[in-house]
């Protein structure tokens, strides 16, 4: 049997922590996302990732994230990635070339993408303008945002920023400059959009 070629490069993100891992295949299902905060979220049942602890392996890792094909490392503050860089990359590539698992078979199982029949013209109209619009950008650095909550009466539409985008320092800029009046154009029930605290 053919073993498949892996191959890696990296892309910088808005955030000078966040480094992008682009992979030349999917790594998740579509729609899907996984944000992984420390080694116990790693190790969580309902998400658990060998792929995700190992990374935590590295003194450096903080936070990783992965969505379509990429993941995304957010580093401490004390290192640079001139110095880890090349390493980690190595490791990924020997992960990947070994056939590792990136999740396991209980996280496939409890993640697959549900569509609400019981949501509101309003929140059907922001879920597709977030697919279509803003979460191949945000992806693009990096991150991924997701639909959590809205509130019909006051017109705020919760979200949850991941990845890259979590801790980064453009992140509440890019949220009421881009997101918001994107959403507020599209949607006239939406007034404002504020990020859920992870």
């Known amino acids: 049997?053919?073993?498949?070629?892996?191959?890696?490069?990296?892309?910088?993100?808005?955030?000078p922590n966040s480094m992008k891992f682009v992979l030349n295949y999917e790594l998740v299902p579509d729609g899907l996302s996984f944000d992984y905060p420390?080694?116990?979220?790693?190790?969580?049942?309902?998400?658990?990732?060998?792929?995700?602890?190992?990374?935590?392996?590295?003194?450096?890792?903080?936070?990783?994230?992965?969505?379509?094909?990429?993941?995304t490392i957010t580093k401490d503050d004390?290192?640079?990635?001139?110095?880890?860089l090349g390493n980690f990359k190595k490791f990924l590539k020997i992960y990947f070339d070994d056939e590792n698992?990136?999740?396991?078979?209980?996280?496939?199982?409890?993640?697959?993408?549900?569509?609400?029949?019981?949501?509101?013209?309003?929140?059907?109209?922001?879920?597709?303008?977030?697919?279509?619009y803003v979460r191949p950008a945000v992806e693009s650095d990096g991150g991924a945002i997701n639909f959590a909550d809205f509130d019909?009466?006051?017109?705020?539409?919760?979200?949850?920023?991941?990845g890259s985008c979590s801790g980064c320092p453009?992140?509440?800029?890019?949220?009421?400059?881009g997101i918001e009046r994107l959403l507020t154009n599209m949607v006239p029930e939406v007034k404002q959009v504020v990020a859920e605290a992870l």
Do not use: H
């Open 1 to 15: 049997m053919l073993k498949r070629n892996t191959m890696i490069y990296t892309e910088l993100s808005p955030n």
């Open 38 to 71: 420390d080694m116990k979220a790693a190790l969580d049942k309902e998400k658990a990732s060998p792929l995700a602890a190992d990374c935590f392996q590295f003194p450096f890792v903080q936070r990783v994230f992965m969505a379509s094909n990429f993941i």
């Open 78 to 84: 004390e290192t640079q990635w001139e110095e880890v």
């Open 101 to 132: 698992p990136v999740f396991t078979e209980a996280t496939i199982e409890n993640n697959t993408l549900i569509v609400d029949a019981n949501d509101s013209e309003a929140v059907g109209k922001i879920k597709a303008a977030l697919d279509q």
């Open 152 to 162: 019909e009466e006051s017109g705020i539409v919760t979200v949850v920023l991941q």
């Open 170 to 177: 453009s992140a509440s800029v890019t949220l009421k400059d």
